[in-house]
Each structure stands twice: as C-alpha cells, then as structure tokens.
C-alpha cells in the first residue's frame, strides 16, 4: 500500500560537501547553457587527450581486452594484481626509487591514491601544505575530510617555482603532508633538482611526508622526470601516477602509489591498505594493461612529448603577443595559466565566463585553482591541433581586446 507523502521538505546535504568544488567540471554547467543558445562551445577545461584525437597505444587495449576475455572480471585483491605491483615497483626500482610491491598499491586512478592517502594521514583539522594554484582534488578532498590546505606560493616571476621561505613560514605541529605537483597542473612547471632536494629537506627535516603527484612525470618535454623518491630513497615520499596522461588512457582509471621504503610510512601503508579494503580494488581488467605500459613500448611518448611542446610554444608565442595578456612558458604536461591584466574591480571568473558567453571558448578561471580573482590567471588546456589552437587563440585576442576597451 502507498503511503502518503506528508512533508515537501527538502533532504539536507552534509554541510562539508559546500567546501568541496572542482571548477574543472563545475564551469562545465556554464558552457552547457551556452551550447543550449546554438553556439558551439570548445572545450579547453578538462585535460583529456582523447577527444583531441590522441589514441591509447593498442599494446594496453590488447591487454585489458585480452584480460576481459580470459575472464579477468571478478574483484582483484584490494592492492591490485601483483604482476602489476611488481611492474610498478620494478619501474620504480629501474628509474632510482627502489620499491617492492607489497609498498605498491593499484588505485582507481592517482585520484584515488590521493584520497586514499590523505585519508590515511588527515584528521580533521591537520594541515597540508600544497602549492597554489593546484590542482584542486587537493583542496576538495581536505574539504571533505575537514582538514586545511595551506597554500604554499609558486612564483610565475620564476618559471612558477615554489617559494621556499613560503613555505617554511608555513609549516606548524599540525602540518601532515606536504604536496608536490611535478611536472605542474595548471602550470606546466617541472621542478629543478636543487628545488626539490631543498624541499626533501625541509620535509625531512619536520618529518612530513610528501605526497609527489608524478602522473605528468612523463611528460616534460625535455624527457622524463626522475621520481622524487630517487633524491633520497629513505625519505617519507609517496609516488602516485597512473595511465590516464602517459598513457593516454584517462577513462580506465588504472592508477597506482608507492609507499616509500622507509619504516616511518610503515603505519601509513597498513592504513592505506585497511582504507583500500573498504573499496574492494580498482578496475580488474585494468590492472592488466599496467604492466604491459611498463614494461612494453613507450615510444608514443616520445611523439607525444613533441605535439605537447609544439602546442606549448605556440600557446606561448600567441597570448604573450596580445596587448593585457602574459604567459609563463610550460615545460611539461598540456596546461599553459596565462594571465590577463584585470581592470580593477573584475575577476577572473568575470573574463573566463564572458570568453566563454562571446566566443564558445571554455577555459577555467586561476581561482578556481587558488589564486586570488583579482590576479586574473587562467588554464588553457592546449591539446587541440596546432591549427585549431591557433583559430582559439585569434578569438581569444580579440575578446581580450573587446573586454579590456569596454571594462
Ligand atoms: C596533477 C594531477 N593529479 C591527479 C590527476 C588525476 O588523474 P587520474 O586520472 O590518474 O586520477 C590529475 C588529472 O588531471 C592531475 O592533473
């Protein structure tokens, strides 16, 4: 029988989900209103390969494909398959950060390692320490959790290095971890090595553990970056990366993290395996393609990496030419944060939506990684054909020019 429905009122949602924004994916509403006007919107928000005409290399679809088909399709155990573990911890090993896969854990993406660890380290209230801009699952997950980010300064006058007497001003007895981002989202940073020692250091130094966000680490355009945990194998570093970027195959969710080897992070890796219980494991016939990416052919890489620095360089050469607009050369990954001189009393977000209202061209406002709205920083995702990204960026000048005249 039906019983009657005797209040209208609405459910409550829990108070902390208010602090947890993405504006990758929230602007995405935006752009769905503009499309619904008739005009075409081109989307320069997520940092997706694949719609850009990218495709994942065949070794890796073979093998998940193969994997489905021999009947891989129960749960794994909750770190992953160990073939898998032990291609990563191999890999690690190979590159200089010597690992073993029972520190290894397979994730549904590095989002997930991310979360996992935070989980692992955070209690409401602690702080972390991580670079503004950033990339903003940092900031939505200590939301969730209800801890603080600490926003450490990186300096665009500087290639957007990280201020290291920021971030030493920064550090206190609740500080819980420090992130790293190497080579940067949104900034396209990649870290000198005397940078990142100091920063192992310091870390050290309060014993904070880092957690270095490598899933670009393949991707500076100069060639791979060593992992953070080759500087100094003992120190408390945990590695997350994954086959969405280097891959080219963001939508299997195939990640995984190293737990350093140091027996500091002992407790750390038995929460984070307790917390990755209660999740099952990460996508099954993933897991399959993480050793063939490993072990097989990377030379995808190799073209990759020149498209990117190709499309850097002329995100670069177009905006820097535009009079109100400047731009820090990227030197990995595929986001350039140009800047646009703001008239006083306008955003960021003010620029970014009106870009979007007059041109269809969708990026995604600096606050939206951190910066203050009235910096007028922007991430321009440069994966569209050079040809394509040059249509962009004649319409984007002449918007700039539109919306400076007329603030
Ligand atoms: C710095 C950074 N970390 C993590 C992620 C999440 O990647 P994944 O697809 O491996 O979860 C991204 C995705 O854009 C990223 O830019």
Redesign the pocket.
Known sequence: MQRTVSTTRAIGVAQRVSGFTYAIRNIVAEAKKVEATGRTVRYLNI?DPIPFGFHTPPHLVDAVAGAMRDGQNGYTPSPGILSARDAVARDFTERGFPSTPDRVLLTS????G?ELALGALVDAGDEVLVPVPT?P?YTAVLAKLGAKTVFYRTDPARDWQPDLDHLRSLITPRTRALVL?DPN?PTGAVYPRETKLALLELAEHHNIPILS?E??GDLAYDGPVEPLGRLAPDAAVIA?S?L??AYLA?GW?G?WMVVGRTPRLDGVLAAIKKLADGRLCSPGPMQFAIAAALTGDRSHQTTFRTELRTRAELTVSRLSAVPGLSCVMPRGAFYAMPKVDLPAGKTDEDYILGLLRATGILCVYGSGFGTDPADGFFRVVFLASPDQLAAIYDDMAAFTSDFLRTA
């Open positions: 940092g993406g590095t989002s997930e991310i990339y699952l981002i989202n966000d899933v670009y997350f994954s969405s970027k963001p969710r990640g």
